[in-house]
């Protein structure tokens, strides 16, 4: 299994939307709704933002949003803010039952 | 609150074996969840090493798996890692994290992340 792919950054002005997407195969992405989305600050951790491909966690904004369509899946933040500044990383279970992420999305607040 | 904090050398020589622990508080590990391992080398991205369930069973990253062990250690409610014959390559933050629940590996809670350097 090789990395999911996502595009190396995408940027926003506030109060736009934006999409980041995360392309996998038939034996990750395309086979479970075990899609998960990550934020990192800089020097911070990881924080779960989005599970199951479109779940939330207690205390993410609604501002944030997940879905796929085969082999790929998508992260939405509408509404951009400052603080949405930051990098994403998608990640999927695999047939293989290992985990795989992607190689991250600089996101760009302008 | 589930907290989670690695430990361990931040400086090892080439060919040595890279030894890490994560230290729980606020939950048991003998709970059934995943206890995980993943790494971040300076300026790139995410790549998972692997994770150990609460029974002992393992699953590694095969590119990882031939240096790679993990184990528990319930009584004092840590897990840990060990990565031998380790290189300039393996130079970066690792960081323990907690599945959410059994399947689809949740990662949902992480620790701080301990920057490790191989030189000599």
């Known amino acids: 299994h090789s990395a999911l792919t996502q595009p190396a950054s995408v940027s926003g002005s506030p109060g736009q939307s934006i999409t980041i997407s995360c392309t996998g195969t038939?034996?990750?992405?395309?086979?479970?709704?075990?899609v998960s989305w990550y934020q990192q600050h800089p020097g911070k951790a990881p924080k779960l933002m989005i599970y199951?491909?479109?779940n939330r966690p207690s205390g993410v904004s609604n501002r944030f949003s997940g879905s796929k369509s085969g082999n790929t899946a998508s992260l939405t933040i509408s509404g951009l803010q400052a603080e949405d500044e930051a990098d994403y990383y998608c990640?999927?279970?695999?047939?293989?039952?290992?985990?795989?992420f992607g190689g991250g999305t600089k996101l760009t607040v302008l | 609150q589930v907290q989670l904090q690695e430990s361990g050398p931040g400086l090892v020589k080439p060919s040595d074996t890279l030894s890490l622990t994560c230290a729980v508080s606020?939950?048991?590990?003998?709970?059934?969840?995943?206890w995980g391992w993943i790494r971040q080398p300076p300026g790139k991205g995410l790549e998972w090493i692997g994770y150990?369930?609460?029974?002992?069973?393992?699953y590694y990253n095969p590119s990882l798996k031939s240096r790679v062990t993990m184990s528990l250690d319930t009584s004092k409610n840590q897990f840990s890692l060990k990565l031998s014959s380790v290189t300039a390559v393996d130079t970066a933050v690792y960081y323990c994290?907690?599945?959410?629940?059994?399947?689809?590996?949740?990662?949902?809670?992480w620790g701080q992340g301990t920057l490790v350097t191989v030189s000599s």
């Open positions: 994290a907690r599945t959410l629940r059994t399947t689809g590996a949740v990662f949902d809670y």
């Open positions: 606020g939950y048991s590990i003998s709970s059934s969840h995943w």
């Open positions: 150990i369930y609460y029974s002992g069973s393992t």
């Open positions: 038939s034996s990750d992405v395309g086979n479970y709704n075990y």
């Open positions: 199951d491909v479109s």
């Open positions: 990640s999927s279970y695999t047939t293989s039952t290992t985990v795989l």
